[in-house]
């Protein structure tokens, strides 16, 4: 009658699946579904639950009473809070956590997939997507969970039909493709029935993929610990006696050996770790999740809070950070004032320095905002009084989330996940792979200036740089005057010099577009054949041509650096305009006619036209 | 040596890390801890983690027993000996109160005998320690408000929990700030089972009141449940005490703590029969059937 032994012994591998969708998809049925067909639920539950069904005059037993275990759930028939549940088949152990749908509860759900392998999506096949289901899916991706199931529910109701499912499951990939996601799964289903839930459904001929549970049972999860980035926060220094010291704390990711060198952060001081202790006495090793205690080979001052990392794989340390902020609280998020972080064992105050953009979780758009509600996501900066000890979340779960508590009412208010930095930062540079098209940013492009010295590029590209920014777009200016300072000093303004500043130029673009950065180049570059060529470096997916066009008259009267008196003197030899050639672009991508624009115009067309550019994810 | 399988913890050992995290969380964030401790198995079980959690120093909390004066003897002596074998600062609290006033099961009806000897006596016992944080021993896995419930459980001045107002727990970030006068309640075996239990018992030898092994009992049936014959207990009408052979799954208050026939009498052959058996052990509990939602109304006035 129950499963095999096998399946609850202490060595079965463990999935951690979250079950999320909007209110009436049926999450609460399908886990009682899976529980009931697992022969998880126990006897005298599944007589208290026909009993509940009975008083509040369901017909039949009602699966989701089995999870919703507020009595104002069952009154209500939804689910407010996540539920944890433990069951097994033979093949594997999994805890579940069933998460409310309510958009109000969309916070619970947070809290059930943070530590997730594996999101069950519900939707209902007659309503299809809904905003909830994007957003839950968006939540997903951005909390890393690595793998997402679309289940299809209620298929009863749409008389098993294959159009159905492969319009939602077609409309649901094109949504998803947009998102972090590892491997997207769609299976056709109804939990009322028990069709493709456990048992294989004869109703619908036509799928001939997994089952839910044949999914959950055969899912490889072994990737999702990180083994290589040794962090140790303190969680506790243990002195029983004058003769011992031991810094208590959970290997959160990589591995510790007795005798390594590690590093104390934020103080940087170099010990050795003389030996470490694990729940049953000595180790030779730590890894992740142990719980252990590490003795270092010197007295040093080392408390709650404070970080033990290899020297050659530092975290970062820093007092400013970029973040995406779930915000969960009926009060909006604040820039006036100061909230504490809660990271590992630290608690740090810190400040909303800047909000960049929301983000609309039914098309992904970014959205201008002033703050945060309930339920929204947004990019911020965040202003630490002490420095936070973190990592990327992408690259460690463990490091890069955080909590946002408010320090007047306890509450928990938000969660953050700390992202790449955008604005320079010396040392720092993006890694290309995070910056392809998706929730983290735009494709990186270069914007690239032309026309006459006076033309107003240097202006637009400075103002061009400032709206970017602010949009929390990483970018940064290669000024023609600045460059000639530096990397192209060796130059001077023949056509052949000409040309090598370009390609130059170009080439720097070309690496730091790789690098996600946009850049926006300010340079005459007079003629076509360099600039075609800075086109091809590039790349012309990425490569944006904008005429800076003003007459020379105009020009010549702004004369910002005096050089067209002196090129008039003869004193600048082959000065474009005067003394060497420009030859306009034929199709330039966007063409500003500056002496009727102001620079800040100017600017916003430039962004348009990239935002049009970047079509779906401005 | 190098092999992945080397780097990875067997089921037991995960739980066993988790609830030694969370166990030194409190130790961390909080003025006055104390655990829970019940004398059943769970708590068997939490103060063994509590030890590993802070050795080779010792727990640096005491032991908090809320004595309703109505459990079995056996469980009496078992707690004395378990204490001072491992040398804990055991308090034990009995709500005088409600004992002079002569609260019982059986002329108060189990609802309200709950209520003032446990629910109000935790509550006393808690705001006269000046405790901020009570470690207990409950499972998700017992009862399904429970499975709602945090980790870290915030209360507030009054010992209330709130369900619709938990706070959102992420990874393994617990948030355990709290005001003057409030607290919270931890429960670092959230995600252990009832087999679980039984294994870590079993592969840590740990003692446990030997109620729980079977053994021939002079029991009462009453309502299809097995009511064990104690001295003291009263007996309605017509009952006749009779000798089963059965054993205890959960243990509380011998008024209202039932028995389930059983002839296993060890660790394994509980650990065997866990595996075939389908009721759940809180099944064994009068009280959780008092009323719709029991669990969830005694929590929400700040019962374990």
């Known amino acids: 009658m129950g499963a095999p032994p096998d399946s609850m012994a202490p060595t079965a591998d463990l999935l951690r699946l979250a079950t999320v969708g909007s209110v009436d998809d049926g999450k609460s049925t399908l886990i009682g579904r899976l529980l009931v067909d697992c022969e998880a639920v126990c006897l005298d539950h599944l007589a208290a639950l026909k009993a509940d069904s009975r008083r509040l005059n369901r017909q039949e037993a009602d699966l989701a009473f089995l999870t919703d275990g507020l009595k104002a759930e069952r009154e ?18 999994f805890l579940l956590a069933d998460t409310p749908g309510h958009e109000q509860y969309t916070r619970n759900m947070v809290t059930g997939a943070s530590t997730a392998d594996l999101a069950v999506l519900l939707l209902d096949a007659q309503r299809g997507l809904t905003t909830q289901s994007k957003r839950h899916g968006f939540i997903a991706s951005l909390l890393g969970v690595p793998h997402l199931v679309l289940a299809v529910n209620k298929m009863d109701l749409v008389g098993y039909s294959e159009a159905a499912f492969q319009e939602i499951s077609e409309q649901y990939k094109s949504f998803a493709a947009r998102l972090r996601i590892s491997s997207l799964t769609c ?3 109804s939990a009322l029935c028990g069709d493709n839930v456990v048992a294989k459904s004869v109703r619908m001929p036509w799928y001939s993929g997994p089952t839910l549970l044949d999914y959950m049972e055969s899912l490889y999860i072994g990737s999702a610990r990180n083994l290589v980035d040794f962090r140790f926060p303190v969680q506790l220094v243990l002195r029983p006696g004058p003769h011992f010291r031991g810094y208590a704390g959970t290997v959160l990711s990589g591995l510790v050996r007795v005798g390594d060198e590690v590093l104390t952060l934020p103080s940087h001081r170099s010990v050795k770790v003389q030996s470490i202790r694990g729940p049953d006495g000595p180790l030779d090793y730590a890894f992740p999740p142990q719980a252990v205690v590490l003795v270092l080979d010197s ?39 100061p909230y504490l972080i809660k990271h590992t064992t630290n608690l740090v105050k810190g400040a909303f320095s800047r909000l960049h953009y929301r983000v609309n979780p039914n098309n992904l758009h970014r959205e201008q905002c002033a703050t945060l509600g309930l339920n929204e996501i947004g990019r911020v900066d965040v202003h630490l009084f002490r420095p936070l000890l973190c990592d990327e979340y992408q690259r460690n ?56 010295s006076g033309s107003g590029k240097s202006t637009i590209a400075s103002e061009l740089m400032r709206q970017l920014v602010q949009r929390g777009r990483p970018c940064c200016v290669l000024d023609g005057d600045a460059l000639r300072q530096g990397l192209n000093r060796d130059l001077g303004f023949s056509p052949q010099d000409r040309a090598e500043n370009i390609r130059r130029t170009a080439e720097v673009a070309k690496l730091m577009n790789g690098a996600g950065v946009t850049v926006i180049v300010a340079l005459i570059s007079p003629f076509r054949r360099d600039r075609a060529a800075a086109r091809s470096t590039i790349g012309s997916d990425r490569f944006m041509e904008v005429f800076v066009d003003a007459p020379l008259e105009v020009c010549e009267s702004r004369d910002p650096k005096g050089l ?26 966007l063409h500003l006619q500056t002496a009727t624009m102001s620079p800040e115009e100017s600017a916003r067309e430039v962004i348009d036209h990239l935002e049009r550019k970047d079509g779906a994810t401005p | 040596m190098c092999s992945v399988e080397a780097y990875n913890l067997d089921y037991l050992r995960q739980l066993e890390a988790e609830s030694i995290h969370i166990i030194r969380e409190v130790a961390a964030e ?62 034990v609290y009995q709500p005088a109160e409600a004992l002079a006033a002569g ?40 009862e399904k408000s429970r499975a709602k419930e945090r980790v870290f459980s915030f209360r507030d001045a009054q010992g209330q929990w709130d369900p619709r107002r938990q706070r959102p727990e992420v990874w393994t970030l617990y948030n355990g700030r709290i005001s003057r006068g409030e607290s919270m309640r931890v429960f670092p075996l959230s995600n252990w089972t009832e087999l679980d239990i039984w294994r870590y018992i079993g592969l840590e030898d740990i003692p446990v009141v030997p109620m729980y092994f079977a053994a021939e009992r002079s029991m009462v049936v009453r309502d299809g449940h097995l009511i064990p014959h104690v001295p003291g207990a009263r007996l309605e009408p017509g009952e006749q005490p009779q000798t089963v052979l059965c054993r205890f799954r959960t243990l509380g ?43 969830e109304q005694k929590k929400r006035e700040g019962y374990f």
């Not at chain 1, 080392?302 to 950070?321: E, F, T, W």
């Not at chain 1, 604005?423 to 006459?452: M, Y």
């Not at chain 1, 003869?570 to 991508?589: A, C, K, L, M, R």
């Open chain 1, 299 to 337: 007295q040093i001052d080392l408390s709650r809070g404070d970080m033990l990392v290899h020297p050659k794989n530092q975290c970062h340390v820093a007092r400013d950070i970029e973040a995406m902020l779930i915000w969960m609280h009926e009060k909006p998020c604040l820039l006036t004032r």
């Open chain 1, 187 to 189: 299976i056709p289903l």
């Open chain 1, 76 to 93: 209500q028939g939804i689910t407010i809070d996540v539920a944890y549940r433990t069951f097994s088949t033979p093949k594997r152990r």
């Open chain 1, 397 to 452: 779960r463990a490091t890069g989330g955080f909590a946002v508590i408010d320090p007047l009412t306890n509450e928990t208010v938000g969660v953050g996940l700390v992202i790449e930095r955008t604005l320079q930062q010396p040392g720092t540079v993006p890694s290309p792979g995070c910056q392809d098209e998706g929730i983290l940013g735009p494709k990186a492009v270069t914007i690239w200036l032309t026309g006459l």
């Open chain 2, 253 to 295: 208050c011998y008024p209202c703590t039932g028995a389930v026939r059983s002839t296993a009498t060890t660790v394994d052959e509980i650990i065997l029969e866990m595996i075939v058996n389908r009721t759940s052990e809180r099944s064994t509990r009068l009280i959780d059937h008092d009323q719709d939602a029991s669990m």
């Open chain 2, 103 to 142: 609260v019982n099961p059986w002329d108060f009806g189990t609802v309200k005998c709950c209520g003032l000897l446990k629910t109000q006596a935790l509550l006393n016992a808690l705001r006269e320690g000046g405790f901020d944080a009570a470690l207990g021993g409950a499972r998700r896995d017992e």
């Open chain 1, 564 to 589: 067209y008196a002196k090129a008039r003197n003869g004193q600048v030899p082959e000065f474009t305009g005067i003394s060497s050639p420009y030859e306009p672009p034929t199709e330039p991508d």
């Open chain 2, 30 to 91: 909080f003025e006055r801890p104390v655990i829970l401790y019940s004398v059943g198995k769970d708590s068997s079980v939490l103060v063994r983690l509590a030890q590993k959690a802070f050795a080779p120093g010792r727990i640096p909390f005491p032991l908090l027993h809320v004595d309703t004066t109505l459990k079995f003897p056996q469980m009496y002596a078992f707690r004395d000996r378990f204490c001072r074998e491992i040398g804990v600062d055991l308090r």
